[in-house]
């Protein structure tokens, strides 16, 4: 079965810092890869996908996120962090494809300190 | 454009009540979802829908029923809400294709005494 694994639950950087967070899949195909953000009480917000091509993928608000195959990984990266960056993110692989149902991580909470 | 809207946002019943969440989107999305999101536990799907007419279960079914009458509303029942299915219920859409991304509604807190 399809898994998604995010190791960290908690991350605190600095503002102007550079962060990554970890996304770990099983799967065995190509899979397709999204990453959401959700800010305190609302809904997920698409911050940017792959699912095939050139493996360094942009988004918005800065983001970017590299597949690596051989690591079946999915890791997202912003060079430096804003305090409005704060918020919970999280890495789905679609689960069944034709119906494009998505499988969670269990998400990372980021916390940015002054 | 709205979007994906929830109704309510807010909601509190007692264990043993019924009642039904909405929703709404106006993409003309064929495909629908629910999920429910728990402390620690990421979001997890509850029933999806790929088009008018048609439900499907998915990780977490047990406890609700879904109902796609519309092609823009899908609707998610408890019969007889328990503590357990105290949540934030979220509701997405998209169009048809893996890579298409889902678009998500702001969630419904519900509590369950």
């Known amino acids: 079965a399809q898994s998604v694994t995010q190791p960290d639950i908690h991350i605190t950087v600095s503002e102007g810092a550079s962060l990554e967070l970890r996304c770990n899949y099983s799967y065995g195909a190509t899979p397709y890869l999204f990453w959401y953000v959700q800010s305190p009480g609302q809904g997920l917000q698409l911050l940017l996908k792959y699912f095939s091509g050139d493996t360094l993928v942009q988004g918005i608000k800065g983001f970017e996120a590299e597949f690596k195959r051989s690591q079946s990984s999915f890791n997202l990266r912003k060079p430096s962090v804003h305090w409005s960056d704060a918020a919970e993110y999280f890495c789905a692989v679609v689960l069944n494809s034709g119906y494009s149902t998505l499988t969670f991580g269990k998400g990372t909470m980021l916390l940015v300190s002054p | 454009n709205a979007g994906v809207t929830q109704t309510p946002k807010f909601r509190v019943l007692k264990t043993g009540q019924s009642m039904t969440l909405l929703c709404a989107q106006d993409?003309?999305?064929?495909?629908m979802y629910w999920y429910r999101q728990d402390p620690g536990m990421g979001l997890r799907l509850i029933h999806y829908s790929v088009g008018e007419g048609t439900t499907a279960k998915g990780e977490v079914p047990d406890g609700y029923n879904v109902s796609r009458l519309k092609k823009q509303n899908f609707l998610l029942g408890l019969e007889s809400a328990a503590p357990s299915q105290t949540s934030v219920y979220f509701c997405?859409?998209?169009?048809?294709?893996?890579?298409?991304?889902?678009?998500f509604g702001p969630g419904t807190r519900l509590t369950v005494l």
């Open positions: 993409m003309n999305h064929e495909y």
């Open positions: 997405a859409s998209k169009t048809s294709g893996d890579y298409n991304e889902q678009f």
